[in-house]
């Protein structure tokens, strides 16, 4: 299976403050503040970057570990499982559009392949009895 095809949900994503590479960390930023647009990609973070988006990509990649993608996707789902443990009674459909995604069904899959669960077995999990 590609890595990208793979869970690493248990691996912590690294925060801006914890990477050294100072493009990179501006990158990271930059997503962190911006992750919840449906929009965002990889031209737009390589732009505020000032670097291309193919030499950006590689420099990602090689600092971080990950590609862009799989990043986003990454923190996408980590915050949407935080919202959802936070607000249980929150429709999934608001939780996933909350978080940046375009389609429920992305955010589902997507979210089962990186935590494990689906969004409503995450949900039951953290529902007050």
Do not use: C, W
């Not at 955010?107 to 089962?112: N, R, T």
Request: hydrophobic share 40%.
């Amino acid at each position: 299976m590609p890595e990208e095809q793979q869970s690493h949900a248990a691996g912590p994503l690294p925060s801006p403050r914890s990477v050294r590479h100072p493009t990179i960390r501006r990158a990271l930023e930059f997503i962190e503040e911006n992750f919840s647009s449906p929009d965002l990609g990889v031209e737009a973070v390589a732009a505020a970057v000032f670097l291309s988006k193919h030499h950006f990509s590689r420099l990602f990649r090689k600092v971080v570990g990950l590609t862009f993608r799989e990043y986003l996707v990454r923190l996408r789902v980590r915050r949407a499982a935080e919202l959802i443990a936070m607000e249980p009674y929150r429709p999934v459909t608001d939780v996933a559009f909350a978080v940046g995604f375009k389609s429920v069904r992305t955010f589902e899959v997507e979210f089962k392949r990186v935590m494990g669960e689906a969004p409503s077995e995450h949900r039951r999990r953290h529902r007050p009895r």
